[in-house]
């Protein structure tokens, strides 16, 4: 698990400095070619699957990753997303392995289906690069630079590493 934490923590890290350097006009900023969404949407709903998942953790609840509150502010502020994702860093840091499985309701879904601590990071690694990659493409039609591993998958890089 500690290998999950880091590598999430990693993709954390990365959102926290890349958002840093956005005006924001560029974080809120709407592109039409890629659903008419913003770097800060995307942004928003990933730190929202972050807090679902801590949020039933803590509480020995099921995961539901649709019951994100959409908090708006998250959209347009570059000082509070910057804030809640030093959060979940503290929030991953402070994570401890844990046997019991994880009950995790989803779209179409009448009962929670099994799952585990280490699957759910597994699912935020590949969620959270899934959306980078999506911000990364937001972010260049806007003509900002974007470092070369943001949005890249873990098993992209290994690859290229290798070849």
């Known amino acids: ?3 999950l934490i880091h590598l999430n923590r990693h993709l954390i ?8 350097v956005l005006s924001p006009i560029i ?8 659903f ?6 995307h942004l928003r709903h990933c730190i929202e699957h972050y807090d679902e998942l801590f949020l039933a953790h803590e ?9 994100r509150p959409r908090d708006l502010i998250l959209e347009t502020d570059t000082g509070i997303a910057l804030a809640r994702l ?5 929030s991953l840091d402070s994570l401890t392995p844990t046997p019991q499985p994880i009950a995790v309701l989803d779209t179409g879904c009448e009962n929670p ?31 900002v630079q974007v470092p070369g591993n943001f949005g890249v998958a873990p098993s992209t890089l ?4 290798s070849a």
Request: glycine share 6%; aromatic share 8%; hydrophobic share 40%.
């Open 1 to 3: 698990m500690l290998g």
């Open 13 to 20: 890290d990365q959102a926290h400095g890349f958002i840093t």
């Open 27 to 34: 974080y809120s900023g709407k592109c039409e070619s890629v």
């Open 36 to 41: 008419s969404s913003s770097i800060g949407q």
């Open 59 to 67: 509480n020995s609840r099921h995961v539901n990753y649709e019951a």
């Open 86 to 90: 030093a959060k979940i860093i503290v």
């Open 113 to 143: 289906a099994a799952s585990s601590l280490d699957r759910e990071l597994q699912y935020l690694v590949s969620h959270t690069v899934h959306h980078f990659a999506i911000i990364a493409i937001i972010a260049r039609h806007f003509d």
């Open 158 to 161: 290994k690859h290229r590493a």
